[in-house]
């Protein structure tokens, strides 16, 4: 059997993943005189549908016109509930997708929170560009009117004779990768893959031997350094943050990353490792995740679902209080420290990070930790880099506080690592098409994999379409 796959997002960039696995299936009505059925349907599984991210020129392709007809399609599998992967879900479904949604109930429970969160900031870049919003809270309702559920390692029947099957990505909580086998034949989405450092989570799960693999690269030219222990790191700050009296600014994305430092902060606090002071999680969508999150301990590691079973709330403590309006928020800055300050946006690129950013940036006393990559360009990665001067809702803004970076939190795997995945897929490996990278990061990885395990390896162009014996 031949099938096609376009490469429509994700490719030769992170964000926007789009693939479209396409093929021809026998149909169900029988032409009797010929004794053979009555042509054939064209079959369209789409994997994930994400949103275009990074610089404003590109955004603006989230507004294009899909590449394929969002009706014909009749599946839609998603591996898991980064907004680059699902943020054009109610865009497909707006413009007549009508199939059925499937990804695992964590991912199904993320999504929601996520999209309407997602939905706002891009109300507010579409009013900045004239033009009309992507979606409405309609569009989100309809999307998840079409969204099923299934558990990892559940086999699901697809048209075309397609089964699919999910395995534990590691990345965040409920991530999969999706396997699709058709008569032996098969075809891997490695979706993001995460870096086996998770405090929560277990470890990137074993897939069978495949035919094909569509393999992220986030990190493919990139060796994460392994000397650091993120705790004591994290300990040592606070006990700082403390003895100065000052406030502790960790701009942390509101999914995995906050519960990975809640989790952490929990736990010396429990031990005593650090002394007691408030802890704010800033960040209104974090709260909503982090209950989703307590809401199913069955894709956490084995040692904390046996915690959580046991009724444990191990993102709770005395000293934390989730912040929901912005007053609140604003009124944390009259408050003298020490304390620390988990506020939602992850590369310091909006959110209410940027108003703590103003006040405790200035401050001798204070602290601002780095927690994970920082993009090129990005305010985060000019602090990290030394910056002393930052302009920051148009204001300069001079930095004076004390900065930490922690880089062990990563949630994706290293060049040596995707190698290894490769490595242990290999058994009948016909071709690894590498995606979701940085065109440099992308071509060095594969470039390895050519050289290392001396398996086709290629980089495809945006919009291109390969030929498929699965
Ligand atoms: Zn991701």
Not at 286 to 295: F, G, M
Request: hydrophobic share 40%; proline share 5%.
């Amino acid at each position: 059997m031949q099938s096609t796959l376009q490469f429509y997002g994700g490719t030769g960039t992170v964000t926007g993943s789009n693939f479209l696995l396409e093929t021809e299936s026998p149909s169900t009505s029988f032409d009797k005189t010929q004794d053979k059925p009555l042509g054939s349907t064209r079959i369209r599984i789409l994997v994930d549908c994400g949103l275009i991210q990074g610089k404003h020129t590109a955004e603006l392709d989230n507004w294009a016109a899909f590449p394929y007809e969002p009706a014909s399609v009749q599946y839609l599998v998603v591996t898991h509930a980064h907004i680059d992967h699902i943020g054009r879900i109610p865009k497909l479904v707006k413009e007549g997708f009508r199939g059925k949604i499937i990804s695992t109930e964590a991912t199904k429970s993320l999504v929601e929170p996520l999209l309407l969160d997602s939905m706002e900031l891009l109300a507010h870049d579409a009013r900045k560009h004239g033009r009309l919003p992507l979606y409405d809270t309609g569009d989100i309702a309809n999307a998840m009117g079409l969204w099923e559920s299934v558990a990892y390692h559940r086999k699901v029947a697809l048209p075309g004779d397609f089964v699919l099957e999910f395995y534990d990505a590691g990345h965040i909580l409920g991530s999969a990768m999706a396997v699709f086998t058709r008569e032996g034949k098969s075809i891997a989405f490695t979706g993001d893959l995460g870096g086996g450092n998770s405090p929560l989570l277990p470890p990137v799960e074993d897939i069978p031997h495949v035919d094909y693999l569509v393999m992220e690269s986030v990190y493919g030219d990139r060796v994460r350094s392994a000397d650091q222990n993120r705790r004591d790191t994290l300990e040592n700050v606070i006990e700082d943050t403390a003895a100065r009296k000052g406030a502790l600014l960790i701009p942390a994305f509101s999914t995995e990353r906050t519960q990975d430092l809640l989790f952490e902060i929990r736990t010396l606090m429990v031990e005593k490792r650090i002394p007691s002071m408030p802890v704010y999680a800033d960040s209104p969508l974090a709260q909503k995740i982090t209950a989703s999150y307590l809401a199913h301990p069955e894709y956490f590691a084995p040692a904390i679902r046996v915690r959580l079973e046991a009724g444990e709330n191990i993102f709770a403590f005395p000293e934390l209080r989730f912040v929901e309006s912005a007053e609140e928020s604003r009124g944390i800055q009259s408050t003298k420290g020490p304390m620390i300050i988990i506020a939602g946006s992850g590369m310091s690129n909006g959110g209410r990070v940027h108003s703590h950013e103003k006040n405790i940036l200035p401050d001798k006393h204070s602290t601002l930790l780095i927690v994970g990559y920082q993009a090129a360009g990005s305010l985060g990665r000019r602090l990290a880099e030394g910056d002393k001067n930052v302009r920051i809702m148009g204001q300069q803004t001079p930095v004076r506080c004390r900065v930490e970076a922690i880089y062990g939190y990563s949630a994706h795997m290293d060049s040596q690592e995707l190698l290894e995945f490769v490595n242990k897929t290999m058994g009948k490996l016909k071709e690894v098409f590498v995606v979701m990278g940085e065109p440099a990061s992308s071509s060095f990885l594969a470039q390895r994999i050519r050289d290392y395990l001396g398996t086709k390896a290629t980089v495809p162009e945006i919009g291109s379409t390969v030929t498929l014996n699965v």
